[in-house]
Nanobody
Framework: QVQLVESGGGLVQPGGSLRLSCAAS????????MGWYRQAPGKQRELVAS???????NYADSVKGRFTISRDNAKNTVYLQMNSLKPEDTAVYYC???????????????WGQGTQVTVSS
């Protein structure tokens, strides 16, 4: 009843840029925190950046100064602008949202299906 759909991944050369988008849809009353996580092969999933509905932002140290998270509350959409990409940024990027559901829709964390980002020359 709630879906998060990511887009914008792909292959980019080191130093390049990508912009990820994640749109939430379904029986949504509101969304508190939205965030981006990533998981590289053989590694645990880690937080990349998060943003609350009020605009409070948190970044992983590894992406500070290179990535920018933003959101459009009216569209239930979160974005991740990634600049100065490095090979170590290669991973599957997942969107996450703490969604307050309408009616019988559960209030919980929801995940997108993931989008691959590959940084390679």
């Amino acid at each position: 009843q709630v879906q998060l759909v990511e887009s914008g991944g792909g292959l980019v050369q080191p130093g390049g840029s990508l912009r990820l988008s994640c749109a939430a849809s379904g029986s949504i009353f509101s969304i508190n925190v939205m965030g981006w996580y990533r998981q590289a092969p053989g590694k645990q999933r880690e937080l990349v950046a998060s943003i609350t509905s009020g605009g409070s932002i948190n970044y992983a140290d590894s992406v500070k100064g290179r990535f920018t998270i933003s959101r459009d509350n009216a569209k239930n959409t979160v974005y991740l602008q990634m600049n100065s990409l490095k090979p170590e940024d290669t991973a599957v990027y997942y969107c996450n949202g703490l969604v307050y559901g309408l009616g019988l829709t559960p209030t919980r964390n929801y995940w997108g299906q993931g989008t691959q980002v590959t940084v390679s020359s």
